[in-house]
């Protein structure tokens, strides 16, 4: 007998998905899901179009990270045409992933996350919102909104267009930067940092208070931590080796490039788990199966893979988190905090290329012809490590596609956070539990705490399903014999 409670829509993430609780007779959870329910087959649709739009098209499956998509195709794109691509393309490329970051991890923390830190778990959820926040907070609100939208306009400014950027091409990227856009972003860098800072400091604070518990122990087990690194062991975001570690900081085989990683090792490094319950795959580092090789991805992989970020204040966060987590974090709380160190090393990182006389060079782009039929590209979103695997005919045109996109990487840690959570906070005992009705009401706090267990991997459900747009999450909590005892739906 076991008994299940679903939270039906997840709110406050990207996408539409589902959460279950699962009871057992004795009223103890025993399991809890995360269900992914929608799924375009996507991957069958680019069969026949050819790999040089592939960057257009991929951009498309997420309104939400196109960026993400657009590098790792013309990535994939370079490795097809077996091209080395000019220095000002890789250095532009790279502005733009780190606009992308700051952006994206803006929206995660900002909007998404800190109404729960700042407001409560348990306040009303009609008020736990960027405009709750906005009421109880509104320097801290108006910060975060003018960074994600600095993140933007850098995107903007060098796309063209804020969203499907279609810029980044096989062989590099269509124009170079224009001294204003330069002067413009060197600008508003000042003002950026002072608001991370700011974050920083604050989120620090409640650390150290009253999210101590939740820092301790949310979603807190050991994995492997698989991210790009750069040289000198740096912290890397486009290129790089891929390293992948255990939770003792020990290095799981070998690193491996990014640039010409071979189908052959990709297909050694990672394998795809399915559960009937879930549309969304379960990679898993394959020399180890399923459960030893499962690992997490983003953020915090990222902090634990480096040794140093390579930027000053970047780097005394980055100590901090240590002193605070240990060498290797493992408690998935501190993506959030991993999160904010990730926007200032992106702001310091900008800074550094905005001096580099090459980012300004005109040539920006390699011309050939389809040199290689098979290639991956590799690129880390947001999120987390992103692989585009395509295979061409002769001609150019897509003969297969399979992309690894980071949430489904995180999709074993996020269902082992939340089974985690709702063990601790869910103690209805058989008594109490009794049959349907005798049952007591889920909680507000109990369920946004579940929520906000998935809401640390800042999972992008458009790209999981391949659908666009928002969408809700939706819980139940279900009985012994499958039976929803109770649900909730939010939008
Ligand atoms: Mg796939
Ligand atoms: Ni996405």
């Known amino acids: 007998m076991t008994r299940t409670i679903l939270i039906d829509p997840v709110t406050r993430i ?21 269900h992914v329910g929608e799924f375009r087959g996507f991957e069958a649709f680019c069969v026949g179009r050819p790999f040089s739009e592939m960057a257009a098209i991929t951009a498309r499956i997420c309104g939400i990270c196109p960026v993400s998509h ?9 490795q097809l045409l077996a091209v080395s691509i000019p220095p000002a393309a890789e250095r532009l ?7 992308q970051i700051i952006q994206s991890h803006a929206l995660s923390f900002f909007h998404l996350s800190s109404p729960d830190f700042l407001l409560g778990w348990d306040s009303d959820p009609a008020q736990r919102n960027v405009f709750g926040l906005i009421a109880a907070d509104p320097e801290l609100a108006r910060g975060g909104i003018r960074l994600r939208q600095f993140g933007q306009a850098v995107i903007e400014r060098l796309g063209g267009r804020k969203i499907h950027p279609a810029w980044a091409v096989p062989g590099g990227v269509r124009s170079s930067m224009q001294p204003d856009d330069r002067d413009w972003i060197r600008s508003r860098l000042s003002e950026a940092v002072a608001t991370t800072q700011g974050a920083l400091e604050l989120f620090k604070r409640l650390l150290d208070g009253p999210l101590a ?14 991210a790009l690194v750069g040289p000198d062991d740096r912290w890397e975001h486009y290129g790089g080796q891929l390293r992948l570690i255990d939770s003792t900081g020990a290095p799981v085989g070998r690193d491996l490039p990014s640039d010409g990683l071979s189908p052959e090792q990709l297909d050694n490094l990672l394998a795809e788990a399915v559960e009937p319950w879930t549309y969304l795959k379960f990679p898993y580092h394959k020399p180890l199966g399923p459960e030893a090789g499962s690992y997490r991805v983003g953020p915090l992989a990222r902090l634990n893979v480096c040794e140093r970020i390579g930027h000053e204040r970047a780097d005394r966060e980055l100590l901090e988190l240590r002193q605070r987590g240990g060498r290797v974090v493992t408690s998935s709380f501190h993506y959030h905090l991993a999160r904010l160190i990730e926007i200032l090393a992106a702001l310091e990182a900008i800074e550094a290329l905005l001096d580099d006389p090459a980012l300004s060079d005109t040539h920006v782009r390699a011309h050939a012809g389809v040199n290689a039929r098979e290639a991956v590209g590799v690129s880390e979103a947001p999120r987390g490590t992103l692989f585009h695997h395509y295979r061409v005919d002769s001609g150019g045109l897509i003969e297969a596609v399979n992309l690894i996109i980071a949430t489904g990487q995180n999709n074993r840690a996020m269902n082992r956070t939340i089974t985690q959570i709702a063990r601790q906070h869910i103690q209805a ?12 009401e889920i909680a507000e706090g109990l369920l946004n705490r579940v929520e906000a267990g998935i809401r640390c991997f ?9 659908a666009a747009g928002q969408m809700p999450l939706h819980v139940q909590l279900i009985g012994p014999e499958g039976e929803v005892l109770r649900e909730r739906w939010r939008d």
């Open 429 to 440: 005992g058989p008594a109490e539990a009794g049959p349907g009705d005798q049952l007591p």
């Open 213 to 226: 518990a939740e820092a301790g122990d949310f979603g807190d087990f050991p994995s492997l931590f698989l």
């Open 458 to 466: 800042d999972p992008c459900l458009s790209c999981s399903t391949h």
């Open 70 to 78: 657009l590098l790792a195709a013309a990535k994939t794109g370079d």
């Open 93 to 99: 490329r790279r502005l733009m992933n780190l606009a």
């Open 14 to 34: 990207e996408g539409h998905a589902k959460i279950s609780i699962h009871l057992d007779a004795s009223g103890a959870v025993s399991t809890a899901h995360f």
